[in-house]
């Protein structure tokens, strides 16, 4: 081969390696665009793993909290029955038992919801009777002890509630039509 020819030959390799340069240059640009994204799918879907098992977690304690909250309820009307047994009976061994009963309610998050003497309300009290009296929309007696597990009404108390009596009625010189027609207006 002679000098040109070799130089031709050269400069062809150059041309060809500066091709190849610019073509894995062209390749590593969107190779690297690539990788970006790919790193970000996998941070968003370890993000949405990670939502996942929070969401399990709290269906689970949810989950749990429904269930002891069902067998609770099923096990109130056992609970009145000593009670109503032990006011009977004042027996010390029913006692021991009845206060056995509420530490574990307790331990459990159950509380008994005060009703006796306090003001009415249908979020926690049932209205079984009404009374005349003084105090309006004042519980006057406990039929049956409401409980609750962290602010949700397992079962509401049912209560005898005061209503005024006839006398403080303002309505009570009109005749009989015109108290029923008030009453609903």
């Given at each position: 081969?002679?000098?040109?020819?070799k130089?031709?030959?050269?400069?062809?390799?150059?041309?060809n390696?500066?091709?190849k340069?610019?073509?894995?240059?062209?390749?590593?640009?969107?190779?690297?665009?690539?990788?970006?994204?790919?790193?970000e799918?996998?941070?968003?879907?370890l993000?949405?793993?990670?939502?996942?098992?929070?969401?399990?977690?709290?269906?689970?304690?949810?989950l749990?909290?429904?269930?002891?909250?069902?067998?609770?309820?099923?096990?109130?009307?056992?609970?009145?029955?000593?009670?109503?047994?032990?006011?009977?009976?004042?027996?010390?061994?029913l006692?021991i038992?009845?206060?056995?009963?509420?530490?574990?309610?307790?331990?459990?998050?159950v509380?008994?919801?005060?009703?006796?003497?306090?003001?009415?309300?249908?979020?926690?009290?049932?209205?079984?009777?009404?009374?005349?009296?003084?105090?309006?929309?004042?519980?006057?007696?406990?039929?049956?002890?409401?409980?609750?597990?962290?602010?949700?009404?397992?079962?509401?108390?049912?209560?005898?509630?005061?209503?005024?009596?006839a006398?403080d009625?303002?309505n009570?010189?009109?005749?009989?039509e015109?108290?029923?027609?008030?009453?609903?207006?």
């Open positions: 081969m002679n000098k040109t020819t130089t031709a030959a050269n400069e062809n390799r150059r041309d390696t500066e091709q340069s610019v073509r894995s240059s062209k390749h590593s640009a969107p190779s690297a665009v690539a990788s970006k994204e790919l790193e799918k996998l941070k968003r879907a993000a949405d793993y990670h939502n996942l098992e929070k969401r399990i977690e709290e269906e689970r304690k949810l749990s909290k429904l269930s002891a909250s069902l067998l609770i309820e099923k096990l109130l009307p056992v609970l009145d029955n000593l009670e109503q047994a032990q006011s009977h009976l004042n027996d010390e061994g006692e038992v009845l206060k056995q009963f509420r530490d574990i309610l307790q331990v459990e998050g509380e008994e919801i005060p009703a006796e003497g306090s003001q009415f309300d249908p979020h926690l009290h049932e209205a079984v009777e009404t009374q005349a009296g003084e105090q309006e929309n004042q519980v006057a007696r406990v039929l049956a002890k409401g409980y609750k597990i962290d602010n949700t009404v397992i079962r509401p108390a049912k209560v005898v509630v005061v209503k005024k009596s006398d009625n303002p009570k010189d009109q005749p009989d015109a108290k029923e027609v008030s009453d609903y207006a």
